[in-house]
């Protein structure tokens, strides 16, 4: 949304031929700005609850730096995933309070840490490789202002690693499950809760795991009734959606 | 569980052998009935927050009606799915009062009405031909205790039809979107609103869908961040989750 | 291997040109009877511990009937699996004591029932659905000479149904899992024994499953280390190596 | 074809054997120079209406060297695509006037800027990370005489971003969406024109994206009935169909 | 779009809030019809340029007259696709003068016989298995005012069918290309004339032609620069895009 | 080619204007005759050493015999494969002495019986499953001339029944192989000759056979040099190169 | 298992409120050691008849050595796979007796050389490329007790080779094939020997080996009623079965 | 083989036990010379027409000068293919007149130049960059014996580069066709010759090519009869199996 438009809605709400309500409305939907190879989403956070999230992958180090600046001036808090050590560097020289998590590969502005949610966040790995994208899920979810619970390599072929863990889980608000391999996890977790468990395939494995195609088939197929599958590793979409979930009632 | 199981927890309890917290956490976990073809899982409303589901395909007409009973002495709601008219001829013989919902393949026994969501769920189809699974989930919903607002056909070649929707989409605790073909709408719908949406890949499509598999992968690498999916046809899936969703505080 | 081939072999051991040992070994490995359409391996029971097993499906009623009967004349046990109660009808009109076992389409005479196991073989299955291929499995072994425990209905979304099993998996010699749409059962019951787990998949499932597919990766990819996997819906498969399992020394 | 196969037409033609009509068809039917590793087609400006665009990848650099050298002594334009900064440095050396495009890895003769298209391209991308492909299809459409639109991530999941341009997009002759991921952005700008749309598939993406597969189901399945498809990442072919559309009655 | 909406608009119209240029705007963007089941898009063809054609495949006999009526009123010509003959004995009831196409499996109302296109449309078949689908296209496109040329049977195997036809190749304004197998012939007539090809994979072969794609596959990968392609068995589509090439500038 | 296309090419002739060596070529590779639904290539037998052969699939029982009088009329032999028995109900009414072959599904006239191959060549299948289309590759080339052996029934899982047919494969200009499964003879009998080896996959099998496909890829991935492979169930294609091979010098 | 509960049971043990039975087992089925990035099973061996194995790839340096000390302070013999020479230098230095198999990227300690099996095993590979999965299978089988016999380089291309080893094969008590490209050594070893087949496809190959799919399709289909499956390159999994497979009754 | 089998066999003749033919016999099968990572086929030129060839691909360079040397000391004549020139700076040390082939990446020893071949070999690529490949195959054939003639570059978009080409073709034996991106060369080449054309799909191609898979999918569904396919770039498979049809009866 270039400034002109945003001047002519507030001269139609001046003079009276569109209502406050409706101005108000027009700008939460269209608000963008345009800076050539990127649409900074302004908007998004009135209208999704979160500001924009900068997915790094596949994009140069200074479109990062480009939307960091825009989103910095607005959000109180920003996220960069899928980034680099590198491009923490000139993050970091952009604003010095800028924080890097080597164990997801995540870049983090923290400013706002007001708690949203209204119960507790569980996040488990079928095994210790799984916990880089589990780490995703968590980081996302603590700067969504959300309590978290992690419960790392709880595979099924050991299943009183799991059974051991029942009464955190049993007590959370939401479930986050990660694995790879044979995508298991998420039916048996899923038959012992009566919340919601969003599912997270990762491309750990080997041969016939097909870079996390068996894992996401599996967890697609599960026998429980209450799982919900993400894109193979996307620790962040799955950190996002369980922060929605724990939010007391979110539309009005 | 066998009746010898429950004798000897309730003789470990009543010794003083076992505590009372012990011995229900024991009965809420272990306490299900063979049947030999099928163990009826009685604890599963405890543990999962409803009844356990038939699901009837692959399922003979003795199984069905065999499992049905078991459930019908506990629960006051039975849901069969993936069933048809002539097991309804058989359901309706154990309990007259059994409901046959032709738009989803379903029998229904809905004796507890009780409603126990906090907000609304919006249930959206891409198409006409999508109808049926998302009627499966607006059932499974409604059945849960829900009120649930459907609009169906509101694909994205025709976009003012699902922004003719926004309000009702935006006011909504969870929204379920049910689409063949591309699967695009729920991209569409999640940059609409700030509560999770639950995506449903239809078998609708032809040539190239494979039977569903365009639209599953198109929603699991949505580029809204507030969506999940669950398998393709799985109305009662998404039903089941939102129900969960739209519960305040289900763990304890 | 025709008339005039075993005729040159003891006349070549009648003048003392080959050993007794070399005739045996001859006639072990390359006996068979050529009926046109088929080469009936009388050699198999002696070079594989069993007989040759008649795969009914894309067989003609003609076919089956003349293989049948050719092995019933030097068998004393005979198995025709994937068939149908039309086939059933020709063969007891060829041997009356033929058996039609219609919980997994399979035909049998079982003349010699020496028990040949030095352990028990349990079977179970994640789903109702999935029994008719569990009960291949069950037949063969049976057939084959083994004591089989059957555990239905037994999946990972409510674990405490196959924990409560516990004891009669950890005394088996070999168990066999049998489970349809995610396929996780083979992993959490490899973590509970310590024998083979021979893990089957089967078609059951929808969308996703992708006719067995999903189970069948899910199967292959498990984190536990005793689990081997056979094709989709191969029961018979299954059963036949528990039993070379459960055999003492087979080789000599 | 060979200077003999020229001369021979020719002769024929001269003494009267073959009429002028006919020649001219066999030649420009007929006609391309052989390299030894490569005919030359020049016979393709007038059959295709573009001289032939040399696919860089794969072909050694001598090789591109070569082919780039015959084209430019007959075409006064001529494009590189999928190449390198260092294929470019040999080919300044042959022509220095030629361009290197770092935004499309692609090398341009552009001495022919004739204007050739009766209305204008619009070219859109879903994300800042599509826009190398698209910048392929822009630059081929400027050198084949078009006037290009770029319009830069415009993803559905802030749908008014796309509708803020709907103006622009309804006044062009064609429009090329270009999308990674879920590729949906093609089925709703598809319903805002009644012009064809070119979808092009990116490779964008990650986890089940599957390199694009993903994106090109999704586009291939539009319910929008004027989209058609062209290869992953195809930026080319989308530029080349384009200009082919917007130019008037072009085979006479 | 509901009466009340409409009635807004033209209050604000009437009152001089809004310009006519701005009701007419958003009303052709907003208008549609819901009649429970289905949203008819009336706004359709002055939005794209022909009216909504009715997707047979998947709807009862019930919505397709639903729909049918509702266009009837508003529209000269009605398509319906992927039909049947039973149900053409319904919609006859309702408009006598429609038309049953055996060798497209379509219903057509075909009152307005404008011609709109400017040149003429070549519809090529591989084999004579493709000609229902190619049917589809070519009445398509007859429907939206074009003027058509069909060649059938002219597959790659005898390259000199098709060059027979290259004079009428090299006249037309777009060629549709219709085949299955192997999927060759895009590639080939791509090369022969200088307008866009639109290549329709069919699902005619056997063995690993997989329902279509080794069709669709290779005509994705033509090397033929001006080939875009649509979904497998996509006559419609084809026809469609066809007709919106051949139209004098659409958009204004 | 219609008549006119021949009568100037004759004219031409005539008078001098293209030599007798000209005009045979031209008319040997462009002549068929038009029928509308079908192009019939009767050039073909001259072109390709075999008249078309009519695939019965996909056609209707009013084409087939169309083009099988078409033929009838310039081929002493003539064959309509995948056909059934309905359609030659009619073909027998066109043209009595026409054979059925029920065991391939195939429809023959056979009138010249001069035998053309140098060798013999020796077909053999798996399993019995698989002897319909082994029939169809024998039928094919007996009636293109050559003598062929059936080895029925000879599947690795029983080594010895192949190697007991050792000396008739060694013996053979070139051998045909037919599998399902896994696909494994090819391989090894591959290894056992110094000819061509055409490995034909079928969709016999279960479960992970997925239609053929498991044989398909494991005889492309043959580790024996000298096997080629054609589609799945290709019974035709087979039988027809391996009578090319068989034949002496074909082409001059 | 952390410490508190292991001395709650030996508390609720020593005051008789639970058996010695009872107190065993739930030490042995609950005891696990957690380290933050990972749950060390120590009760593995009990339960499994093997310590856990450290399966190396995807884990940090520091993550593996910190699991082996943890493993090494209670087991006699520990595996590392999937490793490399680096990690070796750091394993040394923890453990100097520690062995580093280049041929296996394999690490073990070897203190407990107990030989534990009742027969031999063999081991057999198509190719030269295989030698390493089953070198990894052979040091897994020797360290868990058992006499193993080698046969590299017996592909079914040359038939002779694999038949010579015969007599090893027939006196085997489980035969392990490694096998890539078309998989088809699993069908012939399984046809000539009466005992357990285990078959594990490689990713050797090339082209449409598609990474091993190939070979892992044409196992899964084996004629042969002996031979099940695990993962792609599993050498580990096949060496671990067999072991249990060699063991007298293992379960008690 | 090892030396005491051999001796048994002559011991066996020497007294008569054998005949001279079937010792003939069993040598030429068994013959093989086990160098313990491999077992070296030296009866393979008997039984096979060549040589073995050694594969280099995956096989280390210690491993490929320990077959090779056992090669050369009974072959004129051998071929390493999927090598490298670090290789050959070893073959080099072992036999001075070994040839280093770039464009194939092959490594040659050609003693024996023998012609072998009836007729002659062509081969054809569809672009410049399937060269290496089709280079692969020329080599290979020349080595066996056969004169080639080569074709680079005619692919189908330029339709009259192949026709060109006609005579050459319709004068060969035998013609390989490889080809990448949609692989429709080797139909157009089989309908215009009556000898068997052997298909090479190749990985040439972006995007939906997935690596060579819809070139392979082509080739296999391809209309003209006599085309057969080997896996994706198996050049020297093309080259093995043309070398066979090329010569004169074979087997005997």
């Known amino acids: 949304m270039n400034e002109s438009e945003i001047e002519k809605i507030l001269a139609a709400h001046a003079s009276g031929e569109v209502s406050t309500e409706q101005a108000t409305e027009t700008l939460k939907n269209l608000s963008y700005e345009d800076i050539g190879y990127a649409r900074v989403d302004h908007a998004r956070a009135e209208r999704q609850g979160f500001p924009e999230v900068i997915f790094g992958q596949g994009k140069t180090r200074e479109q990062i730096v480009g939307i960091f600046e825009k989103l910095l001036a607005r959000s109180p808090n920003v996220l960069i995933t899928r980034t680099s050590v590198?491009?923490?560097?000139?993050?970091?020289?952009?604003?010095?309070?800028?924080?890097?998590?080597?164990?997801?590969?995540?870049?983090?502005?923290?400013?706002?840490?007001?708690?949203?949610?209204?119960?507790?966040?569980?996040?488990?790995?079928?095994?210790?490789?799984?916990?880089?994208?589990?780490?995703?899920?968590?980081?996302?979810?603590?700067?969504?202002?959300?309590?978290?619970?992690?419960?790392?390599?709880?595979?099924?072929?050991?299943?009183?690693?799991?059974?051991?863990?029942?009464?955190?889980?049993?007590?959370?608000?939401?479930?986050?499950?990660?694995?790879?391999?044979?995508?298991?996890?998420?039916?048996?977790?899923?038959?012992?809760?009566?919340?919601?468990?969003?599912?997270?395939?990762?491309?750990?494995?080997?041969?016939?795991?097909?870079?996390?195609?068996?894992a996401l088939l599996g967890m697609l197929n599960s026998c429980a009734s209450n799982v919900t599958v993400v894109n193979i590793d996307n620790g962040f979409g799955a950190g996002f959606v369980a922060s929605l979930i724990n939010r007391q009632q979110q539309n009005e």
Chains 1, 2, 3, 4, 5, 6, 7, 8 share one sequence.
């Open 86 to 214: 590198e491009v923490y560097g000139e993050i970091r020289n952009v604003f010095t309070e800028s924080e890097w998590h080597e164990s997801a590969n995540l870049i983090r502005v923290f400013r706002d840490k007001t708690e949203l949610g209204t119960g507790e966040i569980a996040i488990v790995t079928a095994g210790t490789s799984d916990i880089p994208v589990a780490e995703e899920a968590a980081l996302v979810a603590e700067t969504m202002g959300n309590r978290v619970n992690r419960i790392w390599d709880a595979g099924v072929a050991g299943i009183h690693r799991i059974l051991a863990e029942r009464e955190i889980l049993q007590t959370s608000r939401v479930v986050i499950v990660v694995a790879g391999m044979e995508g298991a996890l998420p039916s048996v977790v899923g038959g012992l809760v009566r919340v919601p468990v969003i599912a997270v395939p990762t491309s750990i494995g080997y041969g016939a795991s097909f870079s996390g195609l068996a």
